[in-house]
């Protein structure tokens, strides 16, 4: 599973919304190697992958680990935001 996800990522981490000085070509320059472990998983991890892996949605991908820790904090951060919202809907009901 990880090995094929590897294959078709050659390797390099697929994140295309890293930092554009850690970016090639539209992509993360982050390869695999003694010292980066990259990680297969969803495109979309989710704000909580480890406690709510059933809110992980798309294909699997490679990452480095700084940017699948990045894309959980946009989840989170995306979460927030909607919690703020619906709070702030409730609120104008009474
Ligand atoms: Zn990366």
Redesign the pocket.
Known sequence: MWEQVMIKAGYR?E?TR?PADRRSGGR?I?EHGPYVRLIAAPAYPGPDPLRRPNESSGEMVA??P??YDQAIKRARKVERDRMRMEAADADTLF
């Open positions: 981490c994140d890293c993360c982050t990452w480095c700084p940017c």
